[in-house]
C-alpha cells in the first residue's frame, strides 16, 4: 500500500503561481510512475501532467503546456507541480496520482486515464481569483 499526501495549496490571483507537492510513503517510490490529475466543482476529473520513473519523460494536457512544470525527487519520495501564469480556470481540486508496475506494464496502461493510476492522494484545492 502506498500513502500519498498533497500539499501547497491555496488562494492567489491570476497570473500568480504555486508549487503542489505529493509526498509518498513508500521507498520504492523510483519505481513508480506519476502523475497530476484536477477536478473543478461539476466537471470531470481531468489529466494535468505525468512524469516517468527516472524524471527524463514529461507529458502536458494542452490547457497547461508552457505554464505548470512537474518534477520528481526520488530521493525524497516526493513530486512536484510547480504552477505559473495561473488562471481562473485552473481553479479545482489538484491530485497527485501513483502508476504501480503492474499496471503499467498491463497493456492498456494510458498515462492521461485516472483508470491507469493505482494509488491517489486527497486532494489540495487551489483557487485562482480574477
Known amino acids: 500500500q502506498v500513502q500519498l499526501v498533497e500539499s501547497g495549496g491555496g488562494l492567489v490571483q491570476a497570473g500568480g503561481s504555486l508549487r503542489l507537492s505529493c509526498a509518498a510513503s513508500r521507498r520504492t517510490f523510483s519505481t513508480y510512475a506519476m502523475g497530476w490529475f484536477r477536478q473543478a466543482p461539476g466537471k470531470e476529473r481531468e489529466f494535468v501532467a505525468r512524469?516517468?520513473?527516472?524524471?527524463?519523460?514529461?507529458y502536458y494536457a494542452d490547457s497547461v503546456k508552457g505554464r505548470f512544470t512537474i518534477s520528481r525527487d526520488n530521493a525524497a519520495n516526493t513530486e512536484y507541480l510547480q504552477m505559473n501564469s495561473l488562471k481562473p480556470e485552473d481553479t479545482a481540486v489538484y491530485y497527485c496520482?501513483?502508476?504501480?508496475?503492474?499496471?503499467?506494464?498491463?497493456?492498456?496502461?494510458?498515462?492521461?486515464?485516472?483508470?491507469?493510476?493505482?494509488?491517489w492522494g486527497q486532494g489540495t484545492q487551489v483557487t485562482v481569483s480574477s
Open positions: 512524469i516517468s520513473r527516472s524524471g527524463g519523460t514529461t
Open positions: 496520482a501513483l502508476t504501480s508496475m503492474s499496471t503499467y506494464y498491463s497493456g492498456s496502461y494510458n498515462y492521461s486515464s485516472g483508470r491507469s493510476y493505482d494509488y
